[in-house]
């Protein structure tokens, strides 16, 4: 079992920045791949970036450029700094852990963290 709780979010003004982080605890040695997901009002749950275990990265193509994503093994935590934000960017963010076990993907999420891009 994985547990993940994510912090960070909060309502900034367009072009600003924001910093989300999501530390992991339980079996965190099984942790293939670590990434952020968001929601927005009415859609789907989207992928907006992964690392994976060996430090392998991959984002969304609207965040290309604006959002980073980083993991330290050390304490557990993968980061998302976002910068240049803009209002399509609201969502709640999700944290997700992926493992790999007995043959299959087992994912697991945190509860989510607001951010809100607005003037």
């Known amino acids: 079992q994985i547990q993940l709780v994510e912090s960070g979010g909060g309502l900034v003004q367009p072009g600003g920045s924001l910093t989300l982080t999501c530390t992991a605890s339980?079996?965190?040695?099984?942790?293939?791949?670590l990434a952020w997901y968001r929601q927005a009002p009415g859609k789907e749950r989207e992928l907006v970036a992964v690392?994976?275990?060996?430090?392998?990265?991959k984002y969304e193509d609207s965040v290309k450029g604006r959002f980073t994503i980083s993991r330290d093994n050390a304490k557990n935590m993968v980061s998302l700094q976002m910068n240049s934000l803009k209002p399509e960017d609201t969502a709640v963010y999700y944290c997700?852990?992926?493992?790999?076990?007995?043959?299959?993907?087992?994912?697991?999420w945190g509860l989510g963290t607001q951010v809100t891009v607005s003037s």
């Open positions: 997700n852990a992926a493992i790999w076990s007995e043959g299959t993907w087992i994912d697991y």
């Open positions: 690392i994976s275990i060996g430090n392998t990265t």
């Open positions: 339980g079996s965190v040695s099984t942790i293939y791949s």
